[in-house]
DNA sequence: TATTTCGGTTGTATAATACATATATTGTCT
DNA sequence: AGACAATATATGTATTATACAACCGAAATA
């Protein structure tokens, strides 16, 4: 009853959309002359701050799964484009704590728009319901992914510090 | 009439998931040891051979949604691992066409393969149903991208050529 | 036959990324 | 207190994937 079909064609299928849904979006990366657009990366920094409010620079890093040179320059452009501000952490001389600027919230809302406008007419003569699952399967599909990078981490830590 | 309920929540989560997605995806590229991987536009190059039989540069290009600069270098790539072999068009001396060698098949289904057992232990607790449903919803969100590119494609033309 | 179009390649630039290393601050141990 | 280790971040450097522009040779067309 559990598997009434074998689910690996599905999971193939799953599997080979997800990789074309990726490069498709590649693709959009450059093409796009959206003057409300934001990269992806820092569409999802952003967003971040947003949610989550002040963070720093390894929190970011984590979050957005970059390694923190990367995130600490992306914040730096971040930080050139007046978007978000740093202030030193008064307690800890060594933490950046990451803000968004008034401006940054600004262009954040407006790219959200602009997404969402864009996403609205894609899917258009989708139903109330496909939306509401599909915005489901994708939260349950990322937070899977999620759980098992974070086993494969507690394996690695486990096996640095073996006789604790 | 159009929106019985606001599905605007729903969109913002889709738009949302996906972006979380992608960025997942890219930081699993350059993390992966598997030695059977291959990076995700060559394999999806590889997979349109397997499918469709042999095909020109130009053509793995408007499937991959790459230019064709970029895809000539990827077959070229593919060609120096022998993964792919290359052949003059008997009848137009400008087209190459590509095919799968006997090795790229047999690292492709390796990569697939790879791929397919990953994706089985994410998704082991969904039901058959779920799957199902999931893949239904990729096409159809894949297929709603290709269609407003296509779109988007046919307008420029037709600006191009006004008086047509 | 001269010109244009077409398929593909090469030159060049850019962006996003990771890894190794550096720097400065904080915590810890004797 | 002083020395050393750990931590948070920044910087140097290399790689990769990509697009655009310029080019080349073959084919189509005027």
Redesign the interface.
Known sequence: M????P??E????????????????E?ERTAQQDTNRLD??A??ML?FLVNEGTLTVGQLAEF???DISTASRQVRALEDKGLIARTPDPRDGRISRVDLTEEGRQRFLAA?TS??RR??????D?S?Q??????A??????Q???E?IRYSHKQLDEREEPGR
Chains 1, 2 share one sequence.
């Open positions: 559990e598997e009434p079909l689910p690996m599905a999971i193939d299928l799953i599997q080979q959309q997800i990789s074309i849904l990726i490069r498709r979006s693709s992806r990366s569409y999802l967003g957005l799964q970059l959200k997404r969402l996403y609205r007419q894609l899917l258009s989708w109330a496909d939306l509401t699952q599909l915005g399967y994708l939260v349950r599909l990322n899977a992914y999620y098992s």
